[in-house]
Each structure stands twice: as structure tokens, then as C-alpha cells.
């Protein structure tokens, strides 16, 4: 099977993760697509697969000499709950100057190449089959091919990583890698070590109903008192106002009506005291708003999801220094860049397993225009490659 036809088959599974559920996976699809990995691993001769009752699968290329690190591979299998992953009728395109100019969400740098993309219902699922694709197809090529020497390599593919718990049950100490990288970023260069840190906050707002008519110095509304915390937040530090190493608060979903509303936002920010900062800021709100209406309207509860792995990875920089000379060996510019978003590298970092991040070529991530390059995927494959080849 090519690379493209391993990706396509993959994006036929469902496998949109939901924070709702209470379960790992948090949805059967995710469970249905890791025994189709875990077979297929097996299949094209990798050793020690397993895949556990959580979705968890781990494999072994075993080694063809001594004297190497043992290296990682690490991908998710669910797509994110901002767009459709259900039913993706993906479709490979060749990018020429007519097409794109009647598609302007692609990058024009693409001109001439083969996309993959959908028919703009659904996401494609790149984020992060791709990344799974190109790190199976990687595994094949080096069994196919004996001869090349290399060190004991591990992969292994989680659940759940768009809802931030992607990492809640991987076993560092069973995978056993020295260090290991997330083919999880997007376009081609892309290497990542410095990442948001990351918090998710629920707010609750408690309201009394009663008839308009006789509402007055009566009713409380819920969904008034909401709107009023929420414009009380720096109107500019969203993420649609924000770039670079700017943090944001994010409102991501808000539900009411006069008796109760929710407000759900996530916090980020790249520095520590900054990010700190932010979730006292949305604290002093909540007494704020208490104090003019009650003790108890509102409720807030908040939850630390990651941290910038930075600090993990710097003591080991020469992990960064090997992806940089293999994406140089295979022509690609490498791209050091902060994520302005996370993966499950940062948890795994501060676990033990020091887990950058390596582009997996796609572009427009948890959107209907999400597209993939195939030239940005077959490089990504051959970035795996030449880091197992290289490392010593």
C-alpha cells in the first residue's frame, strides 16, 4: 500500500474525539480504526503491537545493530470536534493557477503540486492521520529494506488528543524510547519545541427565572450575568487578534438559559507567570461578578491540560539538532517555530519522554478547508526515515 493509499484508507474511519463522554477512547470510532492499526502493524511485520482497552497501540521495528538510541514515534488517531470527521470524501487535486485562484484557502506555494483535500462538508483528517500514514508507511519501507542500520524503534498511537488527554494513559516506561517525536505539525519544515501552556476553565452561572411580567428586582438572569464576565475580558487578547508567543483566552462554547448558562474558554499563553496570570484574572472576575449579584452565581472551575515543553528540551537539544540534519538531508528548510497549540509531546515531555514536534504536511487544521500536500507528506516520511538512519 503507497503512502496516499494508506492515508486515504485511514480518513474512511470516523474517528472524531468528544470531551462529553467520560471515556477512553472518548468514541467507538477511535477504538474501530486502533484494531485496524494494530492488525495492519502486525501485518507489515512489526513486533511487540499492542493495543490496550483504553485505544493505546504500541509497536517495535527491532534493531538491526547496536550502539543506537532507542526513538520514538508517536501520532493521534481521532480528528477534532470543531469540524465533521464523519463521512470525508477526500479527493486529490492538482494545484495549477486556475484551480487556485478559484481556491484562495490554499497556500499559492503549493502551485503545480497534488492536494488532497474534501469536498468542504467535512475535514480531511490530516491532523493527525497523516502523521500515522507516514510513520506506518516509514515502518514498511525499513523492513522491506534490511539492510539499512538502525537502532530499536518504537511507535505508538493515542486517543483523544484534540480534547487534550491524549497523553492520560500512555505508559512512558512501557514504550521504553529514549526520546521520541509527534508527527503532529502542519506545514513542511515545521519543528516544534516550545508549545502554549495550556488550561481549561468552566464557568457556571446560576439565575432565577420568573414571569417577564413580574420579573422586576426579581428575576436574575443567568444568561445576562454570562455576557457581562465575558466583555469584561481584554477584548483583544482572543485568537483571532493574537499571533506569535501572545497568549489569548479562548471561549469555545457557551450554553444557556435564564436559570443557567455555562461558559467554557480555554487559557494559553507561552509564559509560565503570564499564563498564571491569565487564570487569575478570569478568578478575580468571577468574585467581581459575585459580589454585585451573590456569593454563588457564579461557579468557576479550571484545569491545568499542559505545559511548554521548552524547558524538557532544551537540556536535550541535540534530539532538535538531528531532526534539523535530517529534514536538511532530504531538502527541506527546517522551521523552528513556537505551537501555538499543543500536542501530546508536551505532556509526554514532562513524564520523561523528551517529544517534539515534526510537521505532517497539512494545512488548515480542524477546518472544512483542510488540505494536504502529497509532496509535504512523502517528505515527512522521509524525515523519519533519515532521523532513524542518522542517529547514533
Known sequence: MTLVERFLKYVSFCTTSDENTGMTPSTPGQMEFARYLAEELSTIGLSEVSLDSNGYIMATLPATEDGHPVIGFIAHMDTSPDASGKHIKASIVNADEAWLEANEFVD????????????????????DKAGIAEIVTAMEYLIQHPEIKHGKVRI????????????????????????????????????????????????RVHGYNVHPGSAYHKMINSMRIAYQLAVML???ETPEHTQGYEGFYHLIGMNGTVEETTLSYII?????????????ELEHL?????????????????????YNMREKIEPVIHIIDL????????????????????????????????????????????????????????????????IIKMAK
Not at 110 to 126: N, P, S
Not at 181 to 203: H, P, R, V, W
Open 268 to 280: 494559553r499563553d507561552h509564559d509560565k507567570a503570564r499564563f498564571e496570570s491569565r487564570k487569575r
Open 234 to 236: 481584554p477584548r483583544w
Open 323 to 386: 531532526a534539523k540534519s535530517a529534514m536538511k538531508s532530504v531538502g527541506v528548510t527546517p522551521i523552528i517555530k513556537p505551537i501555538r497549540g499543543g500536542t501530546d509531546g508536551a505532556r509526554l515531555s514532562f513524564e520523561g519522554l523528551p517529544c517534539p514536534n515534526i510537521f505532517a504536511g497539512g494545512e488548515n487544521f480542524h477546518s472544512r478547508y483542510e488540505y494536504l500536500p502529497i509532496p509535504s507528506m512523502q517528505k515527512a516520511m522521509e524525515v523519519i526515515l533519515e
Open 156 to 203: 505508538g498511537f493515542t486517543p483523544d488528543e484534540e480534547i487534550g488527554c491524549g497523553a492520560d494513559h500512555f505508559d512512558v516506561k512501557a514504550f521504553g524510547a529514549d526520546f521520541a517525536y509527534t508527527m503532529d505539525g502542519g506545514a513542511i519544515g515545521e519543528l516544534e519545541y516550545e508549545n502554549f501552556n495550556a488550561a481549561a476553565c468552566k464557568i
Open 108 to 127: 499559492k506555494r503549493y502551485i503545480g503540486q497534488e492536494l488532497i483535500v474534501t469536498d468542504h462538508t467535512t475535514l480531511l483528517g490530516a491532523d
Open 286 to 306: 468571577v468574585r467581581k461578578v459575585n459580589r454585585e449579584y451573590g456569593e454563588g452565581t457564579v461557579e468557576i472551575e479550571m484545569r491545568d491540560q499542559y
